[in-house]
């Protein structure tokens, strides 16, 4: 079956513009985490959502990164007057349930370049 | 902070040779997991291992976990040049809201030569 899916594959923006990446769980996936991969700080947890449990934002780095997920499937990670510190590669994660032992699956991610 | 500790940082050893590397971790866990990834993109898991295990195999690969010791190794035996790639391990805490959260190692980057 399909793997997850991110796009775009690469994105170039310009200091102060919103971004929006998107990402394509595994169908049936439950669980989705947002993660963030930086030169700097390694990879590093950004949001999780779980079925329709308010999502945990606590690895959202401030107010200019927020992320929905619609209908508990497709989900959007949006960055708002992006930085030049928020060149990373994205990276979106999912897996089947609420359970705690199960293998997480990623995506290719998104590489973001901010000039 | 929870983030996993890994060595070595780089591992260059010749084709057919044996690779270790161990990843440290300071919390409880449910389980340790761990990831390639080749070329900057995309994880692949490997394999998981649990807390309540000590070891486990698959192909290639040997995993322990020493949860007295807060710490884990990963084995790859008769390394190939398409092992190649950078490893992390991950942990995935016990306890919290955050069910299945990975906290990420450095990583490891192992080079094969041919």
């Known amino acids: 079956g399909a793997g997850v899916s991110q796009s775009p594959s690469n994105k170039v923006t310009e200091k102060g513009k919103d971004v929006e990446l998107r990402c394509d769980p595994i169908?049936?996936?439950?669980?989705l985490y947002w993660y963030r991969q930086s030169l700097g700080q390694g990879l590093e947890f950004l949001i999780y959502?779980?079925?329709?449990?308010?999502?945990?934002k606590s690895g959202l780095p401030s107010d200019r990164f927020s992320a929905e997920r619609t209908g508990g499937s497709v989900s959007t990670l949006t960055i708002q007057r992006t930085q030049q510190e928020d060149s990373a590669v994205y990276l979106c994660?999912?897996?089947?349930?609420?359970?705690?032992?199960?293998?997480?699956?990623f995506g290719p991610g998104t590489r973001l370049l901010v000039l | 902070s929870q983030q996993g500790e890994e060595d070595p940082q780089a591992l260059s050893i010749q084709e057919g040779e044996n690779a270790t590397m161990n990843c440290s971790y300071k919390?409880?866990?449910?389980?340790l997991q761990w990831y390639r990834q080749n070329s900057g993109r995309g994880l692949v898991h490997l394999i998981l291992?649990?807390?309540?295990?000590r070891e486990k195999h698959s192909g290639r690969l040997r995993v322990t976990l020493d949860t007295s010791k807060k710490s884990s190794s990963l084995l790859i035996t008769a390394s190939r040049a398409a092992d190649t790639a950078s490893y992390f391990c991950?942990?995935?805490?016990?306890?919290?809201?955050?069910?299945?959260?990975?906290?990420f190692g450095q990583g490891t980057i192992l080079t094969v030569h041919p």
């Open positions: 994660a999912s897996r089947p349930g609420g359970g705690r032992l199960e293998t997480q699956y």
């Open positions: 919390t409880s866990i449910n389980n």
């Open positions: 291992i649990r807390s309540n295990e």
């Open positions: 991950a942990i995935s805490n016990a306890g919290g809201t955050s069910y299945g959260k990975l906290t």
């Open positions: 959502f779980q079925g329709n449990s308010a999502p945990d």
């Open positions: 169908s049936g996936h439950t669980a």
